[in-house]
């Protein structure tokens, strides 16, 4: 499959975000540039991370601080993905929100019924990635999951990579609570298809009109090919060519990073 011509002949980008298009504060080089040729052929590119720290206002503001052009209506996160799913699958009480200040607004702005503290009626353990996690949210969840609740996660991601090295994200958190109690969630973003489908439901565009790209071949990269669309792996976070050999996950293509599939869309 040639690599420049089914670049330039996708309508949509689903993009990854942490470790494919920046590291904290610092965008990659010819990010911004990237994102400018899609819009000049056409295109659209739509925002698809598991990241769920963070609600989409706040990465409105992180990306308007980082100089890249994005509205609300730009993002689809794991966050966006648990409220569709809860909103087909659950009919409980009440949801125990283990996760940061943005997480539980955006659930609560959704209308579901959320809590942070331990009380009777709860029925449901639903955890995103936490850089706000205490000890005391992590006997909760024991003692909830204990009792049988319903326990769902936003996505497996083992770690989030910084521009220090990696930090644990939610899969970590859901491991050291598997130690604790056997138990592991039903996980909602990627690696599943889902999450993918609905973002090319929200922009109108088909399987043949999509490519996603993103840095972890156990999230991104599955997320795609469980999805039926082209992927590509970038190399400028998790991923290394060592985990791509080892891998029963293969992308459609390989880049070192987004430089390298501008210079395929560039005109």
């Not at 799913?85 to 996760?99: M, P, Q, T």
């Amino acid at each position: 499959m040639d690599m420049k011509n089914t670049f330039r002949s996708k309508k949509l980008y689903l993009l990854d975000m942490d470790g494919t298009l920046y590291l904290d504060e610092d965008v990659f080089p010819h990010c911004l540039d990237f994102l400018n040729a899609i819009r000049a052929r056409g295109g659209r590119y739509l925002f698809l991370t598991n990241n769920s720290s963070k609600s989409v206002s706040r990465y409105v503001e992180k990306m308007e601080r980082l100089h890249l052009p994005a509205v609300k209506e730009d993002f689809f996160t794991s966050t966006d993905a648990a409220c569709a799913y809860l909103k087909r699958n659950w009919h409980g009480k009440k949801i125990y929100a283990l996760g940061t200040a943005s997480f539980k607004e955006q659930l609560m702005a959704a209308g579901f019924p959320i809590t942070d503290q331990l009380e009777d009626d709860i029925d449901c353990l639903l955890m995103g990635y936490d850089t706000e996690l205490t000890y005391r949210k992590l006997e909760d969840a024991c003692i909830l999951l204990g009792r049988g609740v319903t326990y769902l996660a936003t996505n497996p991601d083992w770690v989030c990579p910084t521009a220090y090295g990696s930090a644990p994200d939610c899969g970590s958190f859901a491991q050291m609570l598997e130690h604790a109690t056997g138990r592991m969630p039903y996980f909602i973003g990627k690696p599943r298809p889902a999450i993918a489908e609905l973002a090319m439901e929200k922009m109108g565009c088909t399987k043949d009109e999509t490519v996603l790209i993103g840095d972890r071949l156990y999230t991104d990269i599955a997320c795609g090919v469980n999805a039926g669309i082209t992927t590509c792996l970038v190399l400028s976070g998790e991923a290394t060519l060592k985990d791509l050999a080892e891998s029963d996950v293969k992308p459609t293509f390989v880049c070192q990073d987004i430089a390298e599939i501008y210079s395929y869309i560039k005109e």
